[in-house]
């Protein structure tokens, strides 16, 4: 048997174990398929040694959880590099406009919403907006004309905003558009 299909079949015979033990510990299953995957890579680039383990499948299982753990470890750290650099900052509540706007933005397709952010928040032109979602200038102006229309009608339609749920955007929201 080749190197190659005896990994596939370890790959085959212990992935979904690995994957469901590192998903119960880490309580994501991102997170633990991320781990997994990098943790089976680094076994095939040293397969010859990982193969002649004791146990092949907990070598994946150690290496997948401290990797996991280092993701964490820079989590943590990111967090208290943040928090140090701004100590005595205090950030302001959100408005009942904010809200308002937010909501109505989350009403409209994906590619209204960016190209009304871009624009009308951060400032950008319609040829740089163009450039930058990689759509001709006059898509541009009709995703700004639609989406302030769409946005016209529902912050016109809108209850009190004190009154609308808050719903953090998803990240494929997000990147959208």
Known sequence: MSDVEEFDAFYADTSWRVLGQLWTMTGSRAEAEDAVAEAYARAWQ????V???DSPEAWVRRTASRIAISTWRKAVNRMRA???ATPDQELAGLGPDHVALVHALRQIPAE???AIVLHHLVGLSV???AAEVG???GTIKARLLRGRRALAGWLDDLPDPAHIPHQP???TESTNG
């Open 135 to 137: 759509a001709p200038q």
């Open 169 to 171: 955007t998803t990240r």
């Open 82 to 84: 943040h928090h140090r």
């Open 51 to 53: 193969r002649e383990c």
């Open 112 to 114: 209204q919403r960016r």
């Open 127 to 129: 040829a740089e907006v």
């Open 46 to 49: 040293r397969w010859r040694q």
